[in-house]
């Protein structure tokens, strides 16, 4: 994984003493970034305050962070001896000791990298990435944290509940399948986009809705084939989930509707096409932004299209699909 600590430091694994003192120069504690030193003897456990930290970051809006653990607040390296703390121990504390509820169907994503800070010390930047939009708890010490601002702060029972209400929800949205092909006797391009449900929610989505609205210069027409409704222009209406026309959008799983958008389009005029896409269900309503980008080594190929953009809006929260 190691996508975060890419992206704090600039560069891959392995990262040195050098690249730590530099980054630490211009860094300060954030939502995404926390330092915690360990003194030795200590009053709580080194294991007690990581998974504090990890479940904080997995519980905050972003649900990822890094946690470097062997320097102070004041961003001295102090490094940690092996035979106190390791790579392997860590792990072990991570696997066993966060759960969740609901129970999270794919585990979150970590990665630990240990940088030699010498005298046989050791700094340990571990990497948490949450995979399931619910709510996590440290089995140390039987409570919830979420991190927010440059702080982790514990959940008491009201707060807990809450969280577990605005998690327990479908969360559906749309990606597409396009192929793009030529007809040889026509300066005109076909693109054909098959819209696919997705849920990463916790519940299936019943009666879900998706308004697919198609901009972009050149487009010289729009068809629809059957299972969806062309409403004006290049807008469309799709829906799953309608017992017993078709099946729920179920967690970690999609549903194929089988039915294509098809639009003509000039290729010298149109170098660009904008989808956004609007998707309902009966708690929740995301909105979801797209584009596709038309190069001549597209033609005849299946192109995956994600949003470049995602905002998921429920009733009780608003958050960012990563």
């Known amino acids: 994984m190691t996508r975060l600590i890419e992206e704090f430091f ?26 915690k030193e360990v003194k030795l003897p200590q009053k709580e456990s080194i294991k007690k305050q990581i998974l504090k930290s990890i479940v904080g970051f997995l519980n905050s809006a972003e649900g990822e962070g890094l946690l470097i653990v062997g320097v102070s607040d004041r961003k001295e390296i102090a490094g940690i001896p092996k035979d106190h703390l390791n790579k392997e121990k860590i792990r072990n504390w991570i696997r066993d000791g966060i759960s969740s509820v609901p129970r999270a ?13 010498g005298e046989g010390k050791y700094v340990y930047l571990i990497e948490a990435c949450r995979r ?7 089995r140390e010490s039987g409570c919830a944290y979420v991190r927010i601002g440059d702080s982790t702060n514990r959940l008491d029972l009201n707060e807990s509940l809450e969280l577990v209400a605005k998690k327990s929800l479908a969360k559906p949205y749309v990606v597409f399948k396009c192929k793009i092909t030529r007809d040889p006797s026509s300066p005109t391009i076909n693109l054909a986009f ?9 519940k299936p989505a019943f009666y879900v809705t998706a308004i697919i609205d198609i901009t972009g ?4 027409d729009s068809q629809a084939e059957e299972n969806i409704m062309k409403l004006k ?28 958008i098809i639009l003509t389009v000039d290729p010298v005029m149109s170098r660009k096409i904008k989808i956004e896409v609007k998707c309902y269900e009966m708690e929740v309503m995301s909105q979801a932004y797209y584009e596709i980008e ?8 299946i192109i995956k299209i994600e949003p470049t953009k995602k905002r998921i809006q429920t009733l009780y929260d608003t958050w960012s699909l990563k």
């Open 10 to 35: 600039g560069k891959k694994a392995p990262i040195t003493r050098q690249d730590l003192e530099e980054f630490l120069r211009t860094s300060e504690e954030s939502v995404r970034l926390e330092f």
């Open 105 to 117: 169907v794919t585990p979150p994503e970590y990665d630990i990298i240990e940088v030699d800070v």
């Open 132 to 138: 399931d939009d619910v709510v996590y708890f440290s």
């Open 194 to 202: 098959e819209p696919i449900f997705r849920n990463i929610g916790s």
């Open 217 to 220: 210069k050149g487009i010289l």
């Open 233 to 260: 222009d290049h807008e469309f209406q799709v829906s799953a989930g309608f017992i017993p026309l078709s099946i729920p959008v179920y967690p970690i799983d999609e549903v194929k509707k089988d039915a294509r």
């Open 294 to 301: 038309l190069t001549p080594d597209m033609e005849g190929k």
